[in-house]
């Protein structure tokens, strides 16, 4: 499995962006997929996950970010709205080929995209 990550940019306070993953290798052996972020000096953190054949919907939402996926694409998504300069950091997605819950640590996914830098000015 290998994963794709792409979208990112500079942005300003309240736009909204879209980060995309394309998903190449055996996809049908992935269980879940998230995306997390990190800036410098810290860990990453989760933001949302998706669990990629289970999910009955096609996307889930959280507070300002919403998680979707095109199985025909082989691509999942991360939809960003009203962004802070706080989101600035470098998102990734990940892949697990094991069903994980929220509280999964990142250590738990097997698979990482080169991550994407996503700059929001003031």
């Known amino acids: 499995v290998q994963l794709q990550a792409s979208g990112g940019g500079l942005v300003q306070a309240g736009d909204s962006l879209k980060l995309s993953c394309v998903i190449s290798g055996d996809i049908f052996s992935i269980r879940t997929m998230a995306w997390f972020r990190q800036t410098p000096g810290k860990e990453r953190e989760f933001l949302l996950l998706?669990?990629?054949?289970?999910?009955v919907s096609t996307e889930i939402v959280k507070d300002r970010f919403t998680i979707s996926k095109d199985n025909a694409k082989k691509s999942l998504f991360l939809q960003m709205k009203s962004l802070k300069p706080e989101d600035t950091a470098v998102y990734f997605c990940?892949?697990?080929?094991?069903?994980?819950?929220?509280?999964?640590?990142?250590?738990?996914?097997?698979?990482w995209g080169q991550g994407t830098q996503v700059t929001v000015s003031s």
């Open positions: 998706m669990k990629y054949w289970h999910d």
């Open positions: 990940a892949a697990s080929l094991f069903l994980l819950d929220d509280n999964a640590s990142d250590k738990m996914y097997e698979y």
